[in-house]
């Protein structure tokens, strides 16, 4: 894999900074930065296996061909769904927190509806083994 090397930053840039390799279920990257382990010549339906729903889409059957064969192409880089989160080394960030000292927050009221979507969230996480109970004093 060819990598540009890390640019630096100039001496007025540069400041404190946190730096992360991020988790997500799915990253997007160039076609540079990852070797396609799918073989072209497979006769999987690719719109099937991916998922990929065109027929509401206004992409010519050529584009659509070639959206397909790209999905297959880089497959490897999708989950078939949330329950299988992955890591990547694709794709990294940087939080730049400069002189700022860490931050307390007070809890914050969210709807009905969006509460159990994020505790059905951290159940799936709980069952999977990503992250763990922790029982607090309550304050």
Do not use: C
Not at 67 to 88: A, H, I, N
């Amino acid at each position: 894999m060819n990598r540009p090397p890390p640019r630096t930053p100039e001496a007025s840039e540069r400041t404190p900074t946190t730096t992360a390799t991020a988790t997500s279920s799915s990253a997007v990257a160039s076609p540079d930065a990852a070797s396609p382990k799918a073989d072209p010549n497979s006769p999987i339906d690719q719109e099937v296996e991916m998922g990929a729903d065109f027929s509401e889409s206004r992409l010519s059957t050529k584009q659509k061909s070639l959206f397909r064969s790209e999905l297959s192409r880089f497959r490897d880089m999708f989950v078939e769904s949330s329950k299988k989160p992955g890591r990547t080394d694709l794709l990294k960030f940087r939080v730049v927190t400069g002189d700022s000292p860490p931050i307390k927050q007070q809890p914050y009221r969210v709807f009905y509806a969006e509460g159990e979507m994020m505790e059905a969230e951290i159940q799936q996480y709980l069952e999977l083994g990503f992250v763990m109970g922790l029982l607090s004093p309550t304050l």
